[in-house]
């Protein structure tokens, strides 16, 4: 079971929103200027040498995890084709509900994910709404949800497995 990719999809997911993360603080700091004349009308945005850098390497990472994600995500199908996973299931695939006992630590897991949510998202709405900081500090405090659920999933999981080890 510790090689299996749905349990290996939670850390998957938090690369991506890492890498997403990574991208977002690129392109948050772009020197806009808009000339709208009666003659002319342009915008030209402009990024620093380090922005550029990280916005390019994050896409270049990401497009290059997106390859081995898929490259791995084929594998499991090939070896378990009675467990196949669409890459554009609407449930999500870490959930291992294969028996009884899978069943009960994806509930656990995800009862804790739940109770995450439902104190993490108000929150959340409060800061979207009151705070006076840029747009890039909610969409990176979204990320940060995003990724703290997936981190809260993945730690039930493991710990479950690491009992049944022993």
Excluded: C
């Excluded at 009666?38 to 990401?62: D, K, N, P, R």
């Excluded at 840029?134 to 940060?144: D, E, G, N, Q």
């Amino acid at each position: 079971m510790k090689n299996d990719f749905r349990m290996k999809y939670p850390l998957w997911m938090m690369g991506f929103i890492l890498v997403l993360g990574m991208f977002l603080f690129g392109v948050s700091s772009p020197v806009t200027d808009i000339v709208n004349t009666e003659t002319e009308q342009s915008m030209s945005v402009e990024y620093g040498l380090i922005a550029g850098f990280v916005i390019i390497g994050s896409l270049l990472l990401y497009f290059l995890m997106l390859i081995i994600f898929y490259v791995q995500l084929r594998r499991h199908n090939e070896k378990n084709p009675t467990q196949k996973i669409s890459p554009f299931a609407v449930r999500p695939p870490e959930y291992l509900e294969q028996d009884e006992g899978m069943t009960h630590i994806t509930r656990k897991a995800s009862q804790k994910v739940y109770s995450f949510m439902i104190w993490s998202l108000p929150m959340l709405a409060v800061f979207a709404m009151f705070s006076p900081l840029s747009r890039i500090y909610t969409v990176l405090a979204i990320l940060l949800v995003a990724f703290i659920q997936y981190v809260i999933y993945y730690l039930e999981i493991r710990k479950h497995f690491k009992e049944e080890k022993e």
